[in-house]
């Protein structure tokens, strides 16, 4: 049997291959037990300004999923200047005692949520060469996306559809341009809406997906977070199998010979 | 606090703000009673590691950011 190898990100290794979001969970304890039925390792999670005066004794996010157990991501989401990126940047690592880790989005407009891959070039280079570990969100573009690896982006998170859109994977040969041209991970980020999209994307041999709004905005998200593990897990393991050919037309399985009524030809 | 004693304005999260004169940014973190949490602060637009927290001292007309993680994808 083909051997699992764990998926490897700067130096790092992970058994699970989904990467998880922490928004749009209707509480912290929602977010948490859903985060841990996903068996997720890496947790992306949003920087903003702490509320002043207000809620003293608010839940504080990384008390639920703690440093300690998860690795934690800390994304630009909402930067649209690769200036406001690179600022968020360096606030995250201090936030989380220098770990450099970082998932870099710079977005293009807000009815889209494209990646503005100018702006998001600019901040990689910056953020690469300020010694930031850079997993890029981008396009599924594979000259940018060959781009960001060579500049030094430590994993590429190409989009299956709009951030939030649960279309699933729109343009699966981009994708495995972009798989075949790698030798950073590649993590499907974006666009996934349920366990057989996030199947697909590991079944062409994507490193891993990244989701959030699939399982926060599903009936029951600790169950769905339960489907994307076993999604990926099955999509991986299908991709490691290596699927039949298709053919067009039927094959069929029970041998033709030893019936003993008149078959057809 | 003595409403004589010296005040100086910062822009806190956006908001003006008035503290002591002589305030470091522990200070403030402490009398917004953010001293346990797990934040950072950018002061005029340069992050302020934890280790100078107590010897950075505030300049009236700072703008500060105090941020933290929160739930996002």
């Given at each position: 049997?083909?051997?699992?190898?764990?998926?490897?990100?700067?130096?790092?290794?992970?058994?699970?291959?989904?990467?998880?979001?922490?928004?749009?969970?209707?509480?912290?304890?929602?977010?948490g037990?859903?985060?841990?039925?996903?068996?997720?390792?890496?947790v992306?999670?949003?920087?903003?300004?702490?509320?002043?005066?207000?809620?003293?004794?608010?839940?504080?996010?990384?008390?639920?999923?703690?440093?300690?157990?998860?690795?934690?991501?800390?994304?630009?989401a909402?930067?649209?200047?690769?200036?406001?990126?690179?600022?968020?940047?360096?606030?995250?690592?201090?936030?989380?005692?220098?770990?450099?880790?970082?998932?870099?989005?710079?977005?293009g407009?807000?009815?889209?949520?494209?990646?503005?891959?100018?702006?998001?070039?600019?901040?990689?280079?910056?953020?690469?060469?300020?010694?930031?570990k850079?997993m890029?969100?981008t396009s599924?573009d594979?000259?940018?996306?060959?781009?960001?690896?060579?500049?030094?982006?430590?994993?590429?998170?190409?989009?299956?559809?709009?951030i939030?859109?649960g279309?699933?994977?729109?343009n699966?040969?981009?994708?495995?341009?972009?798989?075949?041209?790698?030798?950073?991970?590649?993590?499907?980020?974006?666009?996934?809406?349920?366990?057989?999209?996030?199947?697909v994307?590991?079944?062409?041999?994507?490193?891993?997906?990244?989701?959030?709004?699939?399982?926060?905005?599903?009936?029951d998200p600790?169950?769905?977070?339960?489907a994307?593990?076993?999604?990926?897990?099955a999509g991986?393991e299908?991709?490691?199998?290596g699927?039949?050919?298709?053919?067009?037309?039927?094959?069929?399985?029970?041998?033709?010979?030893?019936?003993f009524?008149q078959g057809?030809? | 606090m003595?409403?004589n004693d010296?005040?100086?304005?910062?822009?806190?999260?956006?908001t003006?703000r008035?503290?002591?004169a002589?305030?470091?940014v522990?200070?403030?973190?402490?009398?917004?009673?953010?001293?346990q949490?797990?934040?950072a602060?950018?002061?005029?637009?340069?992050?302020?590691?934890?280790?100078?927290?107590?010897?950075?001292p505030?300049?009236?007309?700072?703008?500060?950011?105090?941020?933290?993680?929160?739930?996002?994808?």
């Amino acid at each position: 049997m083909t051997q699992q190898q764990p998926l490897s990100i700067a130096g790092r290794s992970y058994q699970s291959r989904l990467l998880i979001g922490t928004g749009k969970y209707r509480d912290m304890a929602q977010a948490g037990e859903a985060i841990r039925a996903s068996g997720a390792e890496i947790v992306t999670v949003a920087i903003r300004r702490t509320n002043i005066g207000q809620n003293a004794d608010e839940e504080n996010l990384l008390d639920v999923v703690p440093p300690s157990e998860f690795t934690i991501l800390p994304n630009t989401a909402g930067c649209y200047t690769a200036d406001d990126a690179v600022r968020v940047c360096r606030l995250a690592r201090e936030l989380l005692d220098g770990h450099d880790l970082v998932k870099l989005e710079v977005l293009g407009d807000p009815k889209t949520l494209y990646p503005d891959i100018p702006a998001t070039l600019e901040a990689a280079e910056r953020l690469v060469a300020d010694g930031f570990k850079v997993m890029v969100y981008t396009s599924d573009d594979p000259i940018i996306a060959r781009r960001l690896e060579e500049m030094g982006c430590v994993a590429v998170m190409p989009l299956a559809s709009p951030i939030g859109s649960g279309l699933g994977i729109q343009n699966r040969y981009n994708l495995l341009t972009i798989l075949e041209n790698a030798s950073v991970p590649i993590i499907v980020d974006a666009g996934v809406g349920t366990a057989s999209d996030a199947a697909v994307a590991m079944e062409l041999g994507a490193d891993g997906v990244l989701l959030n709004t699939a399982v926060a905005a599903a009936q029951d998200p600790v169950l769905m977070a339960s489907a994307m593990r076993k999604g990926i897990e099955a999509g991986r393991e299908a991709y490691l199998a290596g699927r039949m050919p298709m053919r067009r037309y039927a094959s069929a399985s029970s041998p033709l010979e030893g019936t003993f009524w008149q078959g057809r030809q | 606090m003595n409403a004589n004693d010296p005040q100086i304005t910062l822009y806190v999260n956006g908001t003006a703000r008035s503290v002591p004169a002589d305030s470091t940014v522990a200070q403030l973190v402490e009398s917004l009673d953010l001293g346990q949490r797990r934040i950072a602060i950018e002061l005029n637009g340069e992050v302020i590691p934890r280790s100078e927290h107590a010897s950075r001292p505030l300049n009236d007309h700072d703008r500060i950011e105090i941020i933290r993680a929160i739930g996002g994808g």
